[in-house]
């Protein structure tokens, strides 16, 4: 997990982060310290010091795992947004029952897995075999079509006793037999023996050939035929019978190809939709394997476990390592916030977003997006979040994922009508269980991570224990939620990713980032398209680039080089103003969170997450029956 900003400062600070992560634009690794450190009015994330606790709870068989879901669905019941962001197991091979379970499983899996990429291999191969077959005959009917055509041109040329039109079309009559005549010399009358073929006759009377194709399907007569190409008599002959030879077997040739293709065609159809389906089923199987994570998946996680007291390398035991998020809103009374529960969209420069953002967004046809209590949305902190959850998960996130997340909040502060619902005929879509949220951007956070472990005991005996090591409730702002939204997706984007790539689906692009087959091909041959298997029409009427406008992106990648510069000057300066004593009094920011700490953090916004606290404290207590409470 990525650290947070801390604050408000100077009660609660983080200082500074160093970060190395790859420009996508250049491709260089750069190195960056991050300042984490929230100033009154810029933000709030800290724990009440009494709101950390590590709670040991002990448990007949079942019951731990029962009382941890009962409080999940009690976080609901409350008005919770639950999220689980990390899963490890870890099963020693002294507990066989359980061991042999979860390896028979996993070895399941793989086998399943390996199974399907040999049955999607050989589909695909498959497919090729069949593909290449079937673009071979699509190339016979294409030569048949256009000698129909041509047929057809020069019967309508001869009707109208047009000398041009028949000339032509003529022409075109003779070239689009041409290929067939040749098919049939070459696969057909070749073999009929030595003496007996056009090749074999052709030291004789070296024209035949030739004249062969200039024969058209209606010379059929020997008279016609000599008095057509000038030729001997017995050469007439050979023609008409060779002629007559090649009518048949193109009558024949032609019903083959036809009934041929047909088939062809439904086994092509069924291999490539075998394919896809075959890819299908392996989404699910990789997901579940890839689900049992290990905590040895590190040489240092594997070495601390080695070592670890419970000596799972000896012990009949099982550790199962999980990590909850959980947030909602509270208010403090009192305070007052500009926008209302249901208002109208705010603009992207009021939400925060600068200038470079603000065109990626309308890019997207995004001009406008939801109030949130707290405006403006987008700040430095949110920014920095984005870059920490690049340089730690190796995702790229971008303004367009703030706003998706942005909207998924508005919607939990929201009625149903605006999400095409009313309450006569119920909401098209849940809003949210539990009670509504309040009207702040004040949340109550939750972490949870929970270890459980499962101990069978020499003499037989089993039993549960829960440790919740270091659960708390602290207080945060809308924009270390937005910070936490971000970095959940950049983990669920990294375990797709890697089932996408490992289906094919996508490869690694830009640095952050993955990039689908299509485009992938699109960028190393743009000449082609590889859906229809031609030349690229969009590609032909593309206009090459001119000097001018390389010299022009030239100018602007200058330009924004020397934004950036400026931008880390002016940090470097606030900086410094900072450790001076001068910031806050030169720079007073515009916020929509508190600015006037003092005692309102002790008295009033501490409160909720102490409240929250004790309230999931009692409930686990109470759950594992512990006296007194």
């Given at each position: ?6 604050g ?68 609901g ?15 020693s ?128 007569d ?74 040895r ?37 009192g ?60 995702v ?8 998706r ?8 502060f929201?009625s ?91 490869d690694?692009g830009?640095?952050?980032r ?5 485009e ?16 690229s ?52 920011y ?17 409160r ?22």
């Amino acid at each position: 997990m990525i650290p947070y900003p801390a604050g408000p400062c100077p009660v609660c600070c983080t200082d500074s982060e160093k970060i190395e992560y790859v420009d996508p634009e250049t491709g260089k690794k750069i190195k960056e310290t991050l300042n984490l450190n929230m100033y009154p009015g810029e933000g709030i994330f800290a724990p009440p010091l009494e709101s950390v606790k590590y709670l040991d709870l002990e448990f007949p068989m079942g019951a731990g795992s029962g009382t941890y879901i009962s409080l999940l669905y009690q976080l609901g019941k409350w008005g919770y947004d639950i999220y689980e962001v990390q899963h490890s197991i870890e099963v020693s091979p002294i507990y066989k029952d359980y061991y042999s379970l979860v390896m028979e499983q996993k070895q399941q899996l793989d086998s399943q897995i390996r199974n399907g990429f040999a049955a999607l291999m050989q589909a695909v191969q498959d497919f090729e075999l069949i593909d290449h077959d079937l673009r071979k005959y699509s190339e016979y009917l294409k030569w048949f079509a256009d000698l129909v055509k041509a047929k057809k041109k020069y019967e309508k040329a001869q009707k109208i006793k047009n000398k041009d039109g028949i000339r032509r079309a003529q022409e075109e009559y003779r070239e689009a037999q041409h290929v067939i005549k040749s098919m049939f010399i070459d696969q057909v009358d070749a073999h009929t023996g030595e003496g007996l073929s056009l090749r074999g006759i052709a030291p004789r009377w070296p024209t035949i050939i030739s004249d062969f194709m200039d024969l058209f399907d209606d010379d059929v007569d020997v008279s016609d035929i000599q008095e057509r190409l000038d030729v001997p008599r017995a050469e007439a002959i050979i023609l008409k019978t060779k002629q007559e030879l090649y009518l048949d077997w193109k009558e024949r040739f032609l019903t083959n190809i036809i009934s041929r293709y047909k088939r062809l065609k439904q086994l092509a159809m069924g291999r490539k939709y075998s394919i896809k389906d075959t890819r299908d089923d392996l989404i699910p199987l990789i997901s579940r394997y890839k689900a049992v994570k290990d905590m040895r998946s590190t040489p240092k996680e594997a070495v601390d476990l080695a070592h670890h007291w419970l000596r799972p390398d000896s012990q009949a035991l099982s550790l199962d390592n999980t990590l909850v998020w959980a947030w909602k809103p509270f208010v403090i009374k009192g305070e007052p916030f500009p926008y209302p529960r249901i208002g109208k969209d705010i603009t992207l420069k009021e939400a925060g977003f600068n200038r470079d953002e603000r065109k990626i967004l309308k890019k997207e046809g995004i001009t406008e997006i939801p109030p949130l209590p707290g405006v403006p949305i987008m700040d430095k902190h949110v920014r920095n979040i984005m870059k920490m959850i690049y340089a730690e998960h190796g995702v790229r996130l971008s303004v367009v994922d703030v706003v998706r997340h942005v909207e998924d909040l508005h919607r939990n502060f929201s009625s149903p009508e605006p999400y095409e619902g009313d309450f006569l005929r119920g909401p098209a879509e849940a809003i949210r269980a539990g009670p509504r949220w309040e009207w702040s951007p004040y949340y109550i956070f939750v972490k949870l991570p929970v270890e459980k472990l499962v101990l069978k005991l020499p003499n037989g005996t089993m039993l549960e224990d829960m440790m919740f090591n270091g659960m708390q409730a602290a207080n945060a702002t809308q924009n270390i939620i937005i910070g936490h939204l971000l970095e959940r997706q950049a983990i669920l984007e990294k375990d797709r990713r890697e089932i996408a790539m490992m289906l094919g689906y996508e490869d690694l692009g830009a640095p952050g980032r993955t990039t689908k087959i299509d485009e992938i091909l699109q960028r190393e041959y743009p000449e082609f398209d590889f859906d229809r298997g031609e030349i690229s029409a969009r590609w032909l009427e593309k206009e090459p680039k001119t000097k001018g406008e390389e010299d022009k992106k030239a100018v602007v990648k200058g330009f924004e080089s020397f934004k950036q510069n400026l931008g880390k000057i002016e940090s470097q300066s606030k900086e410094v103003l900072r450790k001076l004593g001068l910031d806050g009094l030169l720079f007073f920011y515009k916020t929509p969170y508190e600015k006037l700490m003092h005692s309102r953090m002790a008295r009033q916004m501490q409160r909720g997450p102490g409240i929250a606290f004790l309230e999931i404290d009692a409930f686990l207590k109470k759950k594992a029956g512990v006296p007194g409470v």
